[in-house]
């Protein structure tokens, strides 16, 4: 992982412990009505390795530290020679057709996976490559392709992961025209953040590396769409969403209350008025009991855009290799602001080199 908290381990137990890093941004400022001065805007930053870099170079970064986090645990020269590479990217829609938009992201993620390696001395098969967009519900449709791929005998292993930065001066400009940052005079606002987070997927146990903790499983990921998305003139119902986490649960063991939700909820009202509707649906329809816990990992590490779902992703696998995890199984779910949805559960057996992993 590459974030404002750090690599992954100190990331996931900063996260525990509730630490957060924000800091005031140094290029863009708001004013609140009846000020003289202006107020800042606070910003989720990686410390360091960002620095400077802005557009395709900040998402090179991102990779690059990601990736080097990796390299601590996993040999990369050898895992991308046998990998299936899937990374979802932030999603520049700007109304053009699903061809042309997936043709953009294609080359945007080539240029940023090609030079983030080159960065680290590693080559990788680049017909192995496969990019996604999608907002924050980037992570699991990448995953769920990645899924289908080793269902598919295609791979036995894949590294699936996403990067995204919205702290960068023209993203927060954008935000506060929109009233959608957090400020003074608009409390239900989002805090940017920016992170990459990467995971290896494996269908049984690992040839590189000694299974010397719990095996962390994913299931498969449930997708949905919902139609009315943000710009809609009606709020969203939450049925798509409830629909996902539903198949989620139905389709795991354990008892109902034996659940935590990872969600992408982010201080905007929308997705929380969404996810509430989602969680009334499932305790009316029985699929959860009581009150549901769930982390949010927006508090902190702000809102990262397409990688939500793999920091979501990673604090619930870290969760179970610390064995603090509170429920069986950890649900994370993603809300994209163009219609998509998503869930998909992790959970460990508690039996080292046995089962899929992670």
Request: aromatic share 4%; net charge negative; no cysteine.
């Given at each position: 992982m590459s974030s404002s908290l750090g690599p992954s381990t100190t990331a996931c137990a900063a996260f525990r412990a509730g630490?957060?890093?924000?800091?005031?941004?140094?290029?863009?400022?708001?004013?609140?009505?009846?000020d003289s001065e202006p107020q800042p805007v606070f910003v989720h930053e990686v410390l360091g390795s960002t620095f400077g870099f802005t557009g395709e170079g900040r998402l090179v970064a991102l990779a690059m530290?990601?990736?080097?986090?990796?390299?601590?645990?996993?040999?990369?020269?050898?895992?991308g020679r046998e990998a299936g590479i899937f990374l979802a990217l932030p999603d520049f829609s700007d109304g053009s057709g699903p061809v042309e938009l997936a043709a953009a992201t294609e080359r945007l993620g080539r240029r940023i996976l090609k030079r983030a390696l080159e960065g680290l001395g590693v080559s990788w098969p680049e017909e192995r490559w496969r990019f996604f967009s999608g907002g924050s519900a980037g992570f699991a449709l990448a995953l769920e392709s990645a899924q289908r791929a080793m269902e598919r005998h295609d791979y036995e292993t894949c590294v699936v992961g996403a990067i995204d930065s919205?702290?960068?001066?023209?993203?927060?400009?954008?935000?506060?025209?929109?009233?959608?940052?957090?400020?003074?005079?608009?409390?239900?606002?989002?805090?940017?953040g920016e992170a990459g987070a990467i995971l290896v997927l494996r269908k049984g146990p690992s040839r590189l590396e000694p299974a010397t903790g719990p095996t962390v499983d994913i299931a498969a990921v449930h997708l949905g769409r919902e139609p009315h998305a943000r710009g809609a003139k009606l709020r969203p119902d939450g049925m798509a969403l409830a629909a996902c986490v539903q198949a989620v649960l139905s389709a795991g063991p354990g008892a109902k209350d034996d659940v935590l939700f990872i969600t992408d909820l982010n201080g905007e009202e929308v997705r929380a008025w969404e996810w509430g509707c989602a969680l009334l649906r499932l305790r009316g329809d029985g699929a959860v009991a009581g009150d549901s816990p769930f982390w949010i990992p927006a508090t902190g590490f702000g809102d990262v855009g397409a990688a939500a779902g793999a920091v979501g992703a990673a604090l619930a696998r870290h969760a179970f290799l610390r064995h603090y995890a509170p429920a069986r199984r950890l649900v994370v779910?993603?809300?994209?602001?163009?219609?998509?949805?998503?869930?998909?559960?992790l959970s460990s057996s508690g039996i080292p080199g046995t089962g899929g992993r992670t």
């Open positions: 630490i957060v890093r924000t800091k005031p941004s140094e290029s863009v400022t708001t004013f609140a009505p009846g530290e990601a990736l080097e986090d990796l390299r601590t645990s996993v040999p990369l020269e050898s895992l919205l702290v960068e001066p023209g993203t927060l400009r954008y935000l506060l025209s929109e009233r959608r940052l957090k400020t003074t005079d608009n409390p239900v606002g989002l805090v940017p779910i993603s809300q994209s602001d163009s219609g998509e949805r998503a869930a998909f559960a």
